[in-house]
């Protein structure tokens, strides 16, 4: 099992309840292979450049230790998620 870490933002205009749930549901995309490690929220943020017209974006970043094909898997979920406007997968093994 690989050590892997993902951080994405979260659209800041959707509920304490929905934001939640897109936690929820990348922490139950990531168990279905691997397991989740240390879950740290970050947030509101302001972005370090304006992204589909917003300034602030809800971050959240999850370590998690998997199989080297769950990555491509929950970037394929990520890029096609409404909620998440921004992220980023990093193999933490890897120097």
């Not at 939640?20 to 279905?32: F, N, P, R």
């Not at 302001?46 to 970043?61: F, H, Q, S, T």
Request: proline residues 4%.
């Amino acid at each position: 099992m690989t050590k892997y870490e993902v951080m994405f933002i979260i659209d800041p205009v959707l509920e304490d309840e929905k934001k939640d749930a897109v936690v929820e549901t990348v922490k139950g995309i990531i168990e279905a292979d691997g397991t989740v490690g240390k879950v740290d929220v970050w947030g509101m943020r302001k972005l370090a450049y304006p992204i589909m017209k917003k300034n602030e974006g809800y971050y959240v970043v999850i370590e998690f230790e998997a199989n080297p094909t769950l990555p491509k898997e929950l970037d394929r979920r990520l890029r096609i998620a409404d909620a998440v406007i921004r992220h980023i997968i990093v193999n933490k093994d890897e120097k």
